[in-house]
Protein backbone atom coordinates (compact mmCIF):
# COMPACT_ATOMS: atom_id res chain seq x y z
CA UNK A 1 0.00 0.00 0.00
CA UNK A 2 1.36 3.42 -0.80
CA UNK A 3 1.71 6.02 1.78
CA UNK A 4 2.60 9.74 2.13
CA UNK A 5 4.56 11.91 4.44
CA UNK A 6 3.42 15.65 4.31
CA UNK A 7 6.24 18.14 5.21
CA UNK A 8 5.30 21.83 5.91
CA UNK A 9 8.46 24.70 5.73
CA UNK A 10 7.42 26.82 8.32
CA UNK A 11 5.28 27.66 10.87
CA UNK A 12 1.79 29.29 11.25
CA UNK A 13 -1.84 29.02 10.23
CA UNK A 14 -1.75 30.07 6.98
CA UNK A 15 1.42 27.96 5.17
CA UNK A 16 1.61 28.70 1.48
CA UNK A 17 0.61 25.98 -0.60
CA UNK A 18 3.97 26.16 -2.63
CA UNK A 19 5.59 25.15 0.59
CA UNK A 20 3.61 21.84 1.55
CA UNK A 21 5.65 18.78 -0.25
CA UNK A 22 4.35 15.03 -0.59
CA UNK A 23 6.67 12.26 -0.69
CA UNK A 24 5.78 9.16 -1.92
CA UNK A 25 7.15 5.68 0.69
CA UNK A 26 5.71 3.56 -1.11
CA UNK A 27 4.71 1.80 -4.81
CA UNK A 28 1.89 3.07 -6.97
CA UNK A 29 -1.81 2.64 -6.33
CA UNK A 30 -3.32 1.50 -9.75
CA UNK A 31 -7.28 3.51 -10.00
CA UNK A 32 -9.87 1.04 -8.86
CA UNK A 33 -7.68 -1.88 -7.71
CA UNK A 34 -7.14 -0.52 -4.00
CA UNK A 35 -7.96 -3.42 -1.53
CA UNK A 36 -9.67 -5.15 -4.50
CA UNK A 37 -12.52 -3.45 -3.47
CA UNK A 38 -15.55 -2.26 -5.53
CA UNK A 39 -16.72 1.15 -4.64
CA UNK A 40 -20.10 0.94 -3.64
CA UNK A 41 -22.58 3.63 -1.76
CA UNK A 42 -22.59 2.52 1.63
CA UNK A 43 -23.66 5.65 3.77
CA UNK A 44 -25.79 5.13 7.26
CA UNK A 45 -26.64 7.01 10.33
CA UNK A 46 -24.30 7.23 13.06
CA UNK A 47 -25.19 5.35 15.97
CA UNK A 48 -25.32 8.13 18.00
CA UNK A 49 -28.22 9.37 15.95
CA UNK A 50 -29.78 6.30 15.89
CA UNK A 51 -29.69 5.99 19.98
CA UNK A 52 -31.16 10.12 20.11
CA UNK A 53 -34.33 9.38 21.51
CA UNK A 54 -37.15 12.13 22.41
CA UNK A 55 -40.23 11.03 24.93
CA UNK A 56 -42.19 13.38 24.30
CA UNK A 57 -41.77 13.26 20.60
CA UNK A 58 -42.30 9.63 20.50
CA UNK A 59 -45.40 9.72 22.03
CA UNK A 60 -47.01 12.92 20.60
CA UNK A 61 -45.83 11.91 17.34
CA UNK A 62 -47.60 8.51 17.81
CA UNK A 63 -51.27 10.31 18.15
CA UNK A 64 -52.97 9.99 15.44
CA UNK A 65 -55.60 12.21 16.23
CA UNK A 66 -57.94 15.31 14.63
CA UNK A 67 -59.57 17.69 16.73
CA UNK A 68 -63.14 18.75 16.80
CA UNK A 69 -63.68 20.87 14.08
CA UNK A 70 -66.78 22.39 15.83
CA UNK A 71 -64.22 23.60 18.79
CA UNK A 72 -61.13 25.67 18.40
CA UNK A 73 -57.86 24.42 19.65
CA UNK A 74 -57.01 25.56 23.06
CA UNK A 75 -52.67 23.46 23.70
CA UNK A 76 -52.07 23.47 26.82
CA UNK A 77 -49.07 21.13 25.71
CA UNK A 78 -46.03 23.92 24.49
CA UNK A 79 -43.60 25.12 27.58
CA UNK A 80 -43.20 28.39 25.59
CA UNK A 81 -44.41 31.47 27.03
CA UNK A 82 -44.57 33.73 24.09
CA UNK A 83 -47.52 31.84 21.96
CA UNK A 84 -50.14 33.41 23.11
CA UNK A 85 -48.43 36.80 22.68
CA UNK A 86 -50.10 37.86 26.56
CA UNK A 87 -46.51 37.78 28.10
CA UNK A 88 -43.98 39.63 26.03
CA UNK A 89 -40.65 40.18 27.65
CA UNK A 90 -39.67 43.97 28.89
CA UNK A 91 -38.78 46.73 26.69
CA UNK A 92 -35.42 47.38 28.16
CA UNK A 93 -34.73 44.12 26.79
CA UNK A 94 -35.58 44.17 23.28
CA UNK A 95 -34.51 47.73 23.36
CA UNK A 96 -30.57 46.30 24.56
CA UNK A 97 -30.96 44.15 21.74
CA UNK A 98 -31.98 46.71 19.10
CA UNK A 99 -28.72 48.98 20.41
CA UNK A 100 -26.39 45.99 19.90
CA UNK A 101 -27.85 45.54 16.26
CA UNK A 102 -27.25 49.10 15.17
CA UNK A 103 -23.70 49.54 16.78
CA UNK A 104 -22.48 46.58 14.39
CA UNK A 105 -19.91 46.09 16.93
CA UNK A 106 -20.70 42.67 18.05
CA UNK A 107 -21.33 40.91 14.28
CA UNK A 108 -17.81 38.77 14.83
CA UNK A 109 -16.79 35.32 16.17
CA UNK A 110 -16.78 35.48 20.05
CA UNK A 111 -14.63 33.24 22.18
CA UNK A 112 -15.95 30.09 22.70
CA UNK A 113 -16.89 30.28 26.17
CA UNK A 114 -18.70 33.93 25.73
CA UNK A 115 -16.66 37.51 25.80
CA UNK A 116 -15.40 38.37 29.04
CA UNK A 117 -17.41 41.17 29.74
CA UNK A 118 -20.83 39.00 28.90
CA UNK A 119 -19.10 36.80 31.40
CA UNK A 120 -18.20 38.69 33.81
CA UNK A 121 -21.85 40.30 33.90
CA UNK A 122 -23.74 37.09 34.21
CA UNK A 123 -20.78 36.36 37.22
CA UNK A 124 -21.68 39.93 39.07
CA UNK A 125 -25.71 39.51 38.83
CA UNK A 126 -25.73 35.61 40.36
CA UNK A 127 -22.71 36.61 42.81
CA UNK A 128 -23.08 36.52 46.75
CA UNK A 129 -21.25 35.28 49.53
CA UNK A 130 -22.82 32.16 49.99
CA UNK A 131 -22.00 31.22 46.41
CA UNK A 132 -19.04 33.44 45.02
CA UNK A 133 -18.74 33.72 41.05
CA UNK A 134 -15.92 35.25 38.86
CA UNK A 135 -16.28 35.56 34.94
CA UNK A 136 -13.84 32.19 34.38
CA UNK A 137 -16.57 30.68 36.91
CA UNK A 138 -19.14 31.35 33.99
CA UNK A 139 -19.05 29.91 30.43
CA UNK A 140 -22.00 30.88 28.15
CA UNK A 141 -23.84 28.57 25.89
CA UNK A 142 -27.17 28.18 23.16
CA UNK A 143 -29.69 28.18 25.47
CA UNK A 144 -30.29 26.13 28.51
CA UNK A 145 -30.28 23.08 26.93
CA UNK A 146 -26.81 23.32 25.21
CA UNK A 147 -25.75 23.80 28.92
CA UNK A 148 -26.90 20.91 30.27
CA UNK A 149 -25.90 19.20 27.29
CA UNK A 150 -21.85 20.24 28.00
CA UNK A 151 -22.45 20.01 32.13
CA UNK A 152 -23.42 16.41 31.13
CA UNK A 153 -20.61 15.60 28.56
CA UNK A 154 -18.17 17.09 30.65
CA UNK A 155 -19.78 14.85 33.86
CA UNK A 156 -20.09 11.69 32.13
CA UNK A 157 -18.28 9.10 30.00
CA UNK A 158 -20.28 6.23 28.17
CA UNK A 159 -21.31 3.34 30.20
CA UNK A 160 -21.52 5.56 33.18
CA UNK A 161 -24.72 6.47 35.07
CA UNK A 162 -26.44 9.69 35.84
CA UNK A 163 -29.76 10.08 38.29
CA UNK A 164 -32.29 11.69 36.41
CA UNK A 165 -35.95 13.12 38.40
CA UNK A 166 -39.08 11.19 37.82
CA UNK A 167 -41.07 12.74 36.33
CA UNK A 168 -38.94 14.87 34.55
CA UNK A 169 -37.61 17.04 31.77
CA UNK A 170 -37.48 14.19 28.67
CA UNK A 171 -34.12 16.23 27.35
CA UNK A 172 -32.06 14.52 30.19
CA UNK A 173 -32.91 11.23 28.70
CA UNK A 174 -32.31 12.16 25.22
CA UNK A 175 -29.03 13.81 25.62
CA UNK A 176 -28.01 11.09 27.98
CA UNK A 177 -28.63 8.03 25.89
CA UNK A 178 -27.34 9.56 22.52
CA UNK A 179 -23.99 9.65 24.98
CA UNK A 180 -24.35 6.16 25.75
CA UNK A 181 -24.68 6.89 29.89
CA UNK A 182 -27.52 5.11 31.63
CA UNK A 183 -30.24 6.73 32.94
CA UNK A 184 -31.52 5.55 36.80
CA UNK A 185 -35.03 7.67 37.30
CA UNK A 186 -35.50 9.14 40.64
CA UNK A 187 -38.91 8.89 42.13
CA UNK A 188 -40.68 12.73 43.21
CA UNK A 189 -43.47 12.14 45.60
CA UNK A 190 -46.71 14.42 44.43
CA UNK A 191 -48.39 13.80 47.74
CA UNK A 192 -45.07 15.91 49.31
CA UNK A 193 -45.33 18.37 46.51
CA UNK A 194 -43.45 16.14 44.67
CA UNK A 195 -40.38 16.18 46.95
CA UNK A 196 -37.79 13.89 46.01
CA UNK A 197 -37.71 10.37 47.57
CA UNK A 198 -34.32 10.12 48.80
CA UNK A 199 -34.29 6.80 50.23
CA UNK A 200 -34.57 5.63 46.65
CA UNK A 201 -32.46 8.51 45.10
CA UNK A 202 -29.37 7.04 47.39
CA UNK A 203 -29.94 3.42 46.25
CA UNK A 204 -29.92 4.08 43.10
CA UNK A 205 -26.11 5.27 43.50
CA UNK A 206 -23.42 3.07 42.51
CA UNK A 207 -19.74 3.29 41.50
CA UNK A 208 -20.42 4.01 38.09
CA UNK A 209 -22.86 7.14 39.10
CA UNK A 210 -21.47 10.01 37.16
CA UNK A 211 -24.13 12.99 38.33
CA UNK A 212 -27.00 13.84 40.11
CA UNK A 213 -29.23 16.09 38.04
CA UNK A 214 -31.90 18.10 40.08
CA UNK A 215 -34.31 20.44 38.65
CA UNK A 216 -35.52 22.86 40.58
CA UNK A 217 -38.34 24.89 39.83
CA UNK A 218 -39.79 21.72 37.97
CA UNK A 219 -40.73 20.92 34.93
CA UNK A 220 -43.16 19.37 34.77
CA UNK A 221 -44.09 19.68 38.03
CA UNK A 222 -44.43 22.88 39.37
CA UNK A 223 -42.91 22.33 42.21
CA UNK A 224 -40.40 24.93 44.04
CA UNK A 225 -38.11 22.41 46.92
CA UNK A 226 -37.70 24.50 50.12
CA UNK A 227 -34.33 25.16 51.69
CA UNK A 228 -34.44 21.92 53.76
CA UNK A 229 -35.05 19.74 51.25
CA UNK A 230 -32.42 20.94 49.47
CA UNK A 231 -30.20 20.70 52.10
CA UNK A 232 -30.88 16.86 52.51
CA UNK A 233 -30.35 16.46 48.59
CA UNK A 234 -26.92 17.70 49.12
CA UNK A 235 -26.40 15.63 51.86
CA UNK A 236 -26.73 12.57 50.25
CA UNK A 237 -24.65 13.58 47.51
CA UNK A 238 -21.86 14.55 50.17
CA UNK A 239 -22.21 11.27 52.11
CA UNK A 240 -22.44 9.62 48.03
CA UNK A 241 -19.42 11.67 46.51
CA UNK A 242 -22.11 12.47 43.60
CA UNK A 243 -21.62 15.59 41.86
CA UNK A 244 -24.99 17.39 40.99
CA UNK A 245 -25.95 19.12 37.66
CA UNK A 246 -28.33 21.59 38.59
CA UNK A 247 -31.36 22.48 35.98
CA UNK A 248 -32.24 26.18 37.83
CA UNK A 249 -33.79 27.53 34.27
CA UNK A 250 -36.69 28.77 36.59
CA UNK A 251 -34.97 29.70 39.05
CA UNK A 252 -36.48 32.98 40.88
CA UNK A 253 -39.63 31.65 39.03
CA UNK A 254 -41.64 31.37 42.17
CA UNK A 255 -44.85 32.30 43.27
CA UNK A 256 -45.03 34.94 46.28
CA UNK A 257 -45.83 32.12 49.49
CA UNK A 258 -42.20 30.42 48.44
CA UNK A 259 -38.85 31.09 47.76
CA UNK A 260 -35.97 30.13 45.93
CA UNK A 261 -32.67 28.86 47.32
CA UNK A 262 -30.15 28.31 44.44
CA UNK A 263 -28.56 24.95 45.71
CA UNK A 264 -24.81 26.53 45.01
CA UNK A 265 -25.89 28.57 48.06
CA UNK A 266 -26.20 25.87 50.92
CA UNK A 267 -23.68 23.62 49.45
CA UNK A 268 -20.71 24.07 51.40
CA UNK A 269 -18.38 21.07 49.81
CA UNK A 270 -20.39 19.40 47.31
CA UNK A 271 -19.09 20.73 43.52
CA UNK A 272 -22.33 21.98 41.09
CA UNK A 273 -22.42 22.87 37.94
CA UNK A 274 -25.57 24.95 37.51
CA UNK A 275 -27.46 25.69 34.22
CA UNK A 276 -29.85 28.27 33.52
CA UNK A 277 -30.06 31.28 31.44
CA UNK A 278 -32.68 34.17 29.55
CA UNK A 279 -35.28 31.48 28.39
CA UNK A 280 -38.26 31.65 31.02
CA UNK A 281 -37.33 34.08 33.31
CA UNK A 282 -36.79 36.96 30.95
CA UNK A 283 -39.42 35.07 28.35
CA UNK A 284 -37.33 34.89 25.20
CA UNK A 285 -36.67 31.58 24.87
CA UNK A 286 -35.30 31.72 21.20
CA UNK A 287 -32.51 33.94 21.42
CA UNK A 288 -30.76 30.73 22.80
CA UNK A 289 -28.87 32.14 25.56
CA UNK A 290 -27.69 29.66 28.15
CA UNK A 291 -24.79 29.56 30.89
CA UNK A 292 -23.51 27.27 33.21
CA UNK A 293 -22.08 28.46 36.23
CA UNK A 294 -19.39 26.75 37.98
CA UNK A 295 -19.50 26.29 41.76
CA UNK A 296 -16.58 24.55 43.26
CA UNK A 297 -15.26 25.68 46.79
CA UNK A 298 -13.21 22.58 47.62
CA UNK A 299 -11.76 22.62 43.93
CA UNK A 300 -13.08 18.84 43.73
CA UNK A 301 -13.86 19.10 39.62
CA UNK A 302 -10.32 21.24 39.91
CA UNK A 303 -8.71 22.58 36.22
CA UNK A 304 -10.16 19.34 34.90
CA UNK A 305 -13.93 19.82 34.53
CA UNK A 306 -13.26 23.64 33.66
CA UNK A 307 -10.80 22.61 31.01
CA UNK A 308 -13.49 19.90 29.25
CA UNK A 309 -15.90 22.57 29.17
CA UNK A 310 -13.89 24.68 27.69
CA UNK A 311 -12.64 22.18 24.83
CA UNK A 312 -16.68 20.71 24.86
CA UNK A 313 -17.66 24.51 23.98
CA UNK A 314 -15.41 24.91 20.99
CA UNK A 315 -17.76 22.62 19.13
CA UNK A 316 -19.95 25.39 18.23
CA UNK A 317 -17.90 28.67 19.02
CA UNK A 318 -20.78 29.99 21.85
CA UNK A 319 -23.83 31.49 21.55
CA UNK A 320 -25.61 34.55 19.87
CA UNK A 321 -22.96 37.70 20.01
CA UNK A 322 -25.73 40.10 19.50
CA UNK A 323 -27.60 38.92 22.85
CA UNK A 324 -24.40 38.50 24.41
CA UNK A 325 -23.56 42.61 23.66
CA UNK A 326 -27.05 43.15 25.22
CA UNK A 327 -26.60 40.60 28.13
CA UNK A 328 -25.15 42.99 30.81
CA UNK A 329 -27.96 45.81 29.98
CA UNK A 330 -30.43 43.03 30.00
CA UNK A 331 -29.38 41.52 33.70
CA UNK A 332 -28.98 45.12 34.75
CA UNK A 333 -31.62 47.18 33.60
CA UNK A 334 -34.85 44.83 33.51
CA UNK A 335 -37.04 46.54 36.14
CA UNK A 336 -38.47 44.46 38.97
CA UNK A 337 -42.02 44.89 38.29
CA UNK A 338 -41.72 42.71 34.83
CA UNK A 339 -40.37 39.75 36.87
CA UNK A 340 -43.88 40.62 39.80
CA UNK A 341 -46.03 41.10 36.88
CA UNK A 342 -44.54 38.06 35.36
CA UNK A 343 -44.91 36.15 38.15
CA UNK A 344 -48.49 37.69 39.49
CA UNK A 345 -49.98 36.45 35.84
CA UNK A 346 -48.94 33.08 36.36
CA UNK A 347 -49.90 32.68 39.82
CA UNK A 348 -53.29 33.79 39.11
CA UNK A 349 -53.36 31.50 36.54
CA UNK A 350 -52.13 28.54 38.61
CA UNK A 351 -54.85 29.53 41.14
CA UNK A 352 -57.66 29.54 38.64
CA UNK A 353 -56.39 26.08 37.27
CA UNK A 354 -56.08 24.54 40.27
CA UNK A 355 -59.59 25.54 41.76
CA UNK A 356 -61.27 24.52 38.35
CA UNK A 357 -59.45 21.37 38.17
CA UNK A 358 -60.02 20.40 41.65
CA UNK A 359 -63.68 20.39 41.36
CA UNK A 360 -64.01 18.22 38.22
CA UNK A 361 -64.89 14.36 39.46
CA UNK A 362 -61.87 12.02 38.68
CA UNK A 363 -58.94 14.12 38.64
CA UNK A 364 -56.56 15.58 41.33
CA UNK A 365 -54.21 18.44 40.79
CA UNK A 366 -50.95 19.18 42.34
CA UNK A 367 -50.69 22.84 43.99
CA UNK A 368 -47.81 24.00 41.73
CA UNK A 369 -45.49 26.80 43.65
CA UNK A 370 -43.35 28.07 40.25
CA UNK A 371 -42.23 27.88 36.89
CA UNK A 372 -44.95 27.54 34.02
CA UNK A 373 -47.08 23.72 34.88
CA UNK A 374 -48.76 22.06 37.16
CA UNK A 375 -49.15 18.52 36.75
CA UNK A 376 -52.85 16.76 37.19
CA UNK A 377 -53.40 13.06 37.96
CA UNK A 378 -55.64 10.90 36.60
CA UNK A 379 -57.69 8.40 38.58
CA UNK A 380 -57.83 5.86 35.68
CA UNK A 381 -60.50 3.59 37.76
CA UNK A 382 -62.83 6.29 37.21
CA UNK A 383 -62.24 6.39 33.44
CA UNK A 384 -62.14 2.54 32.58
CA UNK A 385 -62.87 2.76 29.10
CA UNK A 386 -58.94 4.84 28.73
CA UNK A 387 -56.32 1.88 28.89
CA UNK A 388 -54.41 4.98 30.14
CA UNK A 389 -52.98 9.06 30.05
CA UNK A 390 -51.45 9.02 26.36
CA UNK A 391 -55.25 7.51 25.70
CA UNK A 392 -57.17 9.89 27.95
CA UNK A 393 -55.34 13.18 26.20
CA UNK A 394 -56.06 11.90 22.82
CA UNK A 395 -59.91 11.99 23.14
CA UNK A 396 -59.59 15.38 25.49
CA UNK A 397 -58.35 16.34 21.90
CA UNK A 398 -60.85 14.34 19.41
CA UNK A 399 -63.43 15.36 21.23
CA UNK A 400 -62.88 18.75 23.22
CA UNK A 401 -60.31 20.22 20.95
CA UNK A 402 -57.78 20.83 24.52
CA UNK A 403 -53.83 19.25 23.93
CA UNK A 404 -52.56 18.28 27.68
CA UNK A 405 -49.12 16.45 27.32
CA UNK A 406 -49.82 12.83 28.70
CA UNK A 407 -47.31 12.45 31.69
CA UNK A 408 -46.18 9.40 30.04
CA UNK A 409 -43.99 12.13 28.33
CA UNK A 410 -42.02 12.54 31.71
CA UNK A 411 -41.67 8.35 32.45
CA UNK A 412 -44.87 9.27 34.96
CA UNK A 413 -48.20 7.52 33.46
CA UNK A 414 -51.19 8.31 34.37
CA UNK A 415 -51.16 12.19 35.06
CA UNK A 416 -51.11 15.30 32.26
CA UNK A 417 -49.21 18.14 32.28
CA UNK A 418 -50.95 21.93 31.61
CA UNK A 419 -48.94 24.98 30.73
CA UNK A 420 -50.29 28.02 32.72
CA UNK A 421 -49.33 30.99 30.67
CA UNK A 422 -52.42 31.29 28.50
CA UNK A 423 -54.47 34.49 28.75
CA UNK A 424 -56.90 34.03 31.77
CA UNK A 425 -60.02 33.59 29.66
CA UNK A 426 -58.30 30.45 27.62
CA UNK A 427 -57.79 28.81 30.25
CA UNK A 428 -61.53 28.73 32.08
CA UNK A 429 -62.50 27.91 28.59
CA UNK A 430 -59.96 24.75 28.60
CA UNK A 431 -61.10 23.66 32.07
CA UNK A 432 -64.76 24.30 31.06
CA UNK A 433 -63.89 21.56 28.31
CA UNK A 434 -61.94 19.29 30.48
CA UNK A 435 -64.47 19.15 33.01
CA UNK A 436 -67.20 18.52 29.59
CA UNK A 437 -65.17 15.76 29.31
CA UNK A 438 -64.53 14.11 32.45
CA UNK A 439 -68.29 14.51 33.01
CA UNK A 440 -69.24 12.85 30.00
CA UNK A 441 -66.18 9.54 30.65
CA UNK A 442 -66.65 9.53 34.83
CA UNK A 443 -67.92 6.02 35.83
CA UNK A 444 -68.30 5.70 39.82
CA UNK A 445 -67.64 2.55 41.55
CA UNK A 446 -70.15 0.98 40.59
CA UNK A 447 -70.05 1.75 36.87
CA UNK A 448 -66.71 1.27 36.35
CA UNK A 449 -66.61 -1.85 37.73
CA UNK A 450 -69.25 -2.93 35.91
CA UNK A 451 -67.85 -2.01 32.14
CA UNK A 452 -64.91 -3.78 33.71
CA UNK A 453 -67.08 -7.13 33.62
CA UNK A 454 -67.91 -6.14 30.01
CA UNK A 455 -64.55 -6.49 28.68
Given at each position: ?17 R?V?L ?54 S ?44 V ?11 K ?5 L ?18 G ?38 L ?62 E?I ?14 L ?54 R ?36 G ?29 QS ?25 I ?26 D?
Open positions: MDSYLIQVNGRGDHTPMDHKSTGNTISPGKAKGRKPRWAVRASEMSKKTFNPVRAIVDTMKVEPNPKKSMISLLGDPTVFGNLPTNDEVTRAVKEVLDSGRWNGYAPSVGYQSCREAAAYYNCPEAPLAQDVITSGCSQAIELALAVLANPQNILVPRPGFSLYKTLALSMGIEVKLYNLLPEKAWEIDEHLESLVDEKTACLIMNNPSNPCGSVFSKSHLQEILAVASRQCVPILADEIYGDMVFADCKFPATLSTNVPILSCGGAKRWLVPGWRMGWILIHDRRDIFGNEIRDGLVRLSQRILGPCTLVQGALERILRTPPEFYHNTLSILKSNADLCYAALSAIPGLQPVRPSAMYLMVEIEMEHFPEFENDVEFTERLISEVFCLPASCFEYPNFFRVVITMPEEMLEACSRIQEFCEMHYQGAEGAQDLECK
